[in-house]
């Protein structure tokens, strides 16, 4: 049991590692969210582990609130991203761009 309790430790505390440094590294807004998401299923599963190793269901209350929380805070975040306007919108010549030499698209619809 001890064993067991040792390895699932090791496993959240790497996840929780990375997702620290997804959260310093991220670029986006986004990439932070994600991170927090990750850090916060980590706290879960610990607390839920906890309870589960010591047959403790006070814990219980704990983890339904600090869920809530997350979801809450998750669509909060990705709702404040959708209404954000988009900085640059790529159209298909950002995309792709012809060959220098080779007509475009106007030019041989014109012929």
């Given at each position: 049991m001890n064993t067991l309790w040792i390895v699932i430790t090791v496993l959240?505390?790497?996840?929780?590692?990375?997702?620290?440094?997804?959260?310093?590294?991220?670029p986006s807004i986004l990439d932070r969210a994600l991170s927090v998401d990750v850090l916060l299923a980590s706290a879960l599963?610990?607390?839920?582990?906890?309870?589960?190793?010591?047959?403790?269901p006070t814990v219980l209350p704990t983890l339904m609130v600090l869920s809530l929380v997350g979801f809450v805070a998750t669509i909060s975040i990705a709702k404040f991203v959708a209404r954000r306007p988009e900085e640059h919108v790529a159209t298909p010549t950002d995309v792709i761009s012809p060959a220098p030499g080779t007509p475009s698209a106007e030019e041989e619809g014109r012929s």
């Open positions: 959240l505390a790497v996840a929780a590692l990375l997702g620290v440094g997804r959260l310093l590294m991220g599963v610990g607390l839920g582990a906890y309870a589960a190793f010591h047959r403790d």
